[in-house]
């Protein structure tokens, strides 16, 4: 009988951070803005000790940053403060535990998705500090290297970004204008976008997740109110449907699937400052 079960731990604190897991079955919260200033350091997760932990900070502080975990080193990418959007890059070595800079991206990017698939990082979207961006790139690490794939069909920043059956999908967003519902998977075997079924409701600031075979998109914002609804995304059925709500409303919170054995379960440990939830 398999006892392992995989939940979705999200996260929105007075930090407003960016979410990876990495394969040691640890979450990681990095940099985000604690309604005072812009922050650049990070915290761990441990669900065996249900305790969070306060690991080295970032090189520079920043918020709206998208962060990516490939074969072991997590990458925090772009971002921005109350001046610029940033095109920085930066690696975190766990065994170390420390940050250095790695090749920037070719466009600054706030506000930007990020996702590892195969043997890349890519950083898909977000604003330049001018306009919402429907470009991609995507960071080879063997070369250090950031180089620009197709783009998008849609300019969006603040979209959730995930990997499913080998190709990437970007949810909702926001153009200059509004949030947006419309949903696109890129497939990096024949370089080409395509627009999959619509949200349910619009989501831009929207947290996303893939487990168990579906992509879920948590909270966001709707251009009315904070959302706190959870939809799922089945890609055999082409079909978006509510599961399930988080206990807050929120926005630009951080998502990311965790394992772990159903006797270790219990209430997801607080940050430093305020919720997370787990579902």
């Not at 995930?162 to 890129?186: A, T």
């Not at 992509?215 to 799922?232: K, M, P, Q, S």
Request: hydrophobic letters at 35%; glycine letters at 12%.
């Amino acid at each position: 009988m398999n006892d392992r079960h995989h939940f979705v731990v999200s996260c929105l604190w007075s930090r407003s951070p960016n979410v990876a897991l990495v394969s040691s079955g640890k979450v990681y919260a990095v940099g985000g803005h604690d309604g005072s200033e812009h922050l650049g350091n990070m915290e761990m997760f441990d669900p065996l000790t249900n305790k969070w932990m306060m690991k080295a900070s970032m090189n520079t502080k920043r918020r709206g940053i998208a962060l990516a975990a490939l074969g072991g080193p997590i990458y925090a990418i772009g971002g921005l403060d109350d001046n610029s959007c940033f095109n920085d890059v930066e690696r975190y070595d766990i065994e170390s535990d420390r940050w250095t800079a790695v090749a920037s991206m070719n466009t600054p990017r706030g506000g930007v998705g990020s996702v590892a698939l195969g043997s890349h990082v890519y950083a898909v979207g977000g604003n330049d500090g001018v306009a919402s961006l429907s470009s991609v790139e995507r960071f080879d690490p063997h070369l250090n290297k950031w180089t620009e794939v197709r783009e998008m069909g849609q300019r969006r920043a603040g979209n959730g970004v995930s990997e499913l059956n080998g190709c990437l999908y970007v949810v909702g967003g926001f153009d200059d204008n509004s949030p947006l519902s419309s949903v696109e998977r890129l497939d990096p075997r024949l370089c080409r976008w395509n627009y999959v079924s619509e949200l349910t409701t619009p989501r831009g600031g929207v947290g996303v997740a893939t487990v168990m075979g579906r992509v879920f998109a948590v909270g966001g914002h709707n251009g009315n109110i904070y959302l706190n609804t959870v939809e799922a995304f089945d890609p055999r059925m082409n079909r978006w449907e509510l599961v399930g709500s988080v206990s807050h409303c929120r926005a630009g919170a951080g998502v990311a699937v965790c394992s772990t054995h159903i006797s270790q379960i219990r209430d997801v440990g607080q940050g430093s400052s305020n919720v997370v939830d787990c579902m």
